[in-house]
């Protein structure tokens, strides 16, 4: 699943970035196209779910389609939970892509829809965080949400822009999280992850989720999301998924500072996203994972004008920008090479930079076990 979305994803980057900008809508001026197909998002859902039982570990909690006010760029959205035996709880947000105007969601760069029955075989197949049967895992009991994708926003949308598209996810978000405070109560510990447009999930819903769980232990870990956007990706975020209303303020206040109005060529946006997230939770923790030259989100940012030589040292830039702004809890690891993604594959145990797997660094993390290091950069070793 993951692969042939991957494949599809790289071509249509490509295409993108040899695309001219500007489109045929049948002779229709841009004002008759908007008042055309000008939608609002309804309210998100609010109300009590109730798990349905299915075959394997997980089930699938169904919201109802459109009413709930969830939905997908095509079809309607549902979500995955595999009750544990601990009283801890993961939330993982899956990826996708994302599209932030009419082209890019026209040619293709982010997953529309959910596959019901797809997901819950890839999930109870057991690979990466999933993998219950591997003893190297170490949250194998502890709760497991799975928050699907398919609304091209990276959860933080609530809107249907003039183009049409069902940016929905931050609907789909709350969702879940109005579900967790009616389900899960007091856990021990928490662990808000994701990756590629999932880790942007984990960046934008762990402070609803360590505010509310106040008294748990929390934990942070954004796969392959380093934040580099350009400035057609920045102003589409902004206008088209409303990303000003859906920001964390009750829980980050320092959020109201950040600049929506002005591009930073310099990542600004991303460095006091995730800087003030981290400020905020002195008593959390927030790790970061990515190859150094990881070929998709280089790619993103070329599909939106950004130079795909520019990836490695623009997130270099933001990864020190963000770990000095709070480095008593941040953490790091920077693998060697192109990959993309790797808490759903079972490379998650095997991938190591100095004697010291990933797995094993982001349990060291959780254990708050001192012995492994908080910083694993392949530049120290030479193998990048």
């Not at 994803?9 to 197909?37: C, F, N, P, Q, R």
């Not at 890839?122 to 497991?144: H, K, P």
């Not at 000003?244 to 060529?265: F, G, H, M, R, T």
């Amino acid at each position: 699943m993951h692969t042939t979305f991957l494949t599809k994803t790289l071509a249509s980057v490509a295409l993108l970035t040899t695309a001219v900008h500007g489109v045929d809508l049948d002779g229709m001026s841009a004002e008759d196209v908007m008042e055309s197909i000008r939608y609002e998002a309804p309210a998100p859902i609010m109300a009590e779910h109730t798990l349905t039982a299915t075959s394997g570990g997980f089930q699938v909690v169904d919201l109802g389609g459109a009413s709930s006010g969830t939905g997908c760029i095509q079809g309607d959205w549902a979500f995955f939970v595999r009750p544990g035996t601990t009283n801890k709880v993961v939330i993982d947000f899956e990826g996708g892509g994302a599209c932030w105007d009419l082209l890019s969601c026209v040619i293709g760069l982010a997953k529309k829809s959910v596959d019901v029955n797809g997901t819950l075989a890839m999930l109870n197949s057991g690979n990466g965080l999933t993998n219950t049967a591997n003893a190297a895992n170490e949250i194998s009991d502890w709760t497991y949400v799975y928050v699907p994708y398919c609304t091209g926003d990276l959860f933080v949308g609530s809107n249907r822009p003039w183009y049409g598209t069902r940016h929905y996810g931050y609907n789909n978000g709350n969702a879940v999280f109005q579900w967790l405070k009616q389900n899960v109560i007091n856990p021990e510990a928490t662990l808000t992850t994701g990756c590629s447009a999932g880790g942007y999930g984990a960046h934008f819903w762990a402070s609803r989720i360590m505010g509310h769980y106040s008294n748990a232990k929390n934990y942070h870990l954004a796969d392959s999301a380093m934040g580099v956007m350009s400035r057609s990706q920045f102003n589409g975020f902004v206008n088209n998924w409303r990303l000003a209303d859906n920001l964390d303020y009750e829980n980050v206040p320092a959020y109201a500072s950040i600049d929506l109005n002005n591009y930073d060529s310099n990542q600004g946006f991303t460095v006091q996203l995730l800087g003030y997230l981290a400020q905020a939770f002195p008593n959390s923790e927030f790790s970061h994972y990515t190859t150094n030259e990881d070929l998709v989100q280089a790619g993103f940012f070329a599909a939106g004008g950004g130079r795909l030589s520019d990836w490695t040292p623009q997130f270099r830039n933001i990864l020190g920008r963000v770990i000095s702004m709070s480095p008593s809890n941040q953490n790091a690891y920077i693998a060697p090479g192109t990959g993309h993604c790797i808490i759903p594959s079972d490379d998650l145990y095997s991938t190591a930079v100095g004697g010291i797997s990933v797995s094993s660094w982001m349990f060291g993390v959780i254990n708050e076990d001192k012995s492994v290091a908080n910083f694993i950069d392949c530049q120290d070793y030479g193998s990048c």
